[in-house]
């Protein structure tokens, strides 16, 4: 079987490595389907010469004193997107983003607020979802910080609803920028979340990289 790479972004003040460190290791070290490489600098991914059939923003990839993407950056990554490779924004992956940019197209959505508390946050598939990223996947709940984003919903395929004594919002979506697949999830601050979910984010990386659907 011929794998395929996967470039996992991770790691800043809030949002530490350790947090992330298993559910990746299982999730794509140890599967036979992926080579991961991991990287706390988002720009690695425009610096690298071959680039990764699959992206995962785990956090913004902006280390302390580097600035964000620029426009320019911004557009150098929708177009290895368009051009076909599959890309994820879980959890702090979508902090930061501005609209009217690159990246909040790419995303399909943005960080907008999050309760100081950490609530057990229920996760369930939308109700008719018949998407091929849900197949399979059951409802989890675990304490969590419960993102509320701004989602573009005229060009996204709802897939994951989250609900806690905060509310109840859309908590993951899926949809194309041009050849790449690309899903989005609200969820993923604390490492017994993460563990929950990773039969989502499997499945959801399968079907970005074109493994399945």
């Known amino acids: ?13 809030y949002h530490p490595e350790a947090n992330y460190r298993e559910a990746v290791r299982k999730s794509f070290e140890e599967n036979e389907r992926w080579n991961a490489i991991k ?8 610096e690298m010469k071959e680039k990764p059939d699959l992206c995962i923003h785990f956090t913004v990839g902006c280390p302390e004193g580097e600035e964000g ?21 879980i959890h702090a992956g979508m902090a930061c983003i501005q609209d009217d940019t690159p990246l909040y197209e790419l995303a399909g959505g943005r960080f907008a607020s ?14 008719g979802c018949t998407h091929p990223v849900m197949e399979g996947i059951r409802p989890f709940v675990t304490a969590d910080e419960h993102y509320f ?10 897939l994951l609803a989250a ?3 905060a509310g109840t919002e859309i908590a993951g979506w899926a949809h194309t920028v041009g050849k790449g697949r690309i899903c989005s999830f609200t969820p993923g601050h604390n490492h017994p979340m993460l563990i929950k979910m ?10 970005c990289a074109g493994l399945k659907g």
């Open 39 to 46: 990287t706390h600098r988002v720009r690695d991914l425009l």
């Open 114 to 127: 999050h309760p100081e508390p950490h609530y057990d946050v229920y996760c369930t598939r939308i109700p």
């Open 198 to 207: 990773r039969p989502l984010m499997e499945s959801a990386a399968e079907w």
């Open 149 to 158: 984003c701004k989602v573009d919903i005229e060009r996204v395929t709802p």
């Open 69 to 89: 993407l620029s426009l320019e950056e911004q557009r150098a990554v929708k177009k290895l997107a368009e051009d076909g490779m599959g890309m994820m924004f």
């Open 163 to 165: 609900r806690s004594e």
């Open 1 to 13: 079987m011929e794998k395929k790479t996967v470039l996992i972004v991770w790691d800043d003040w």
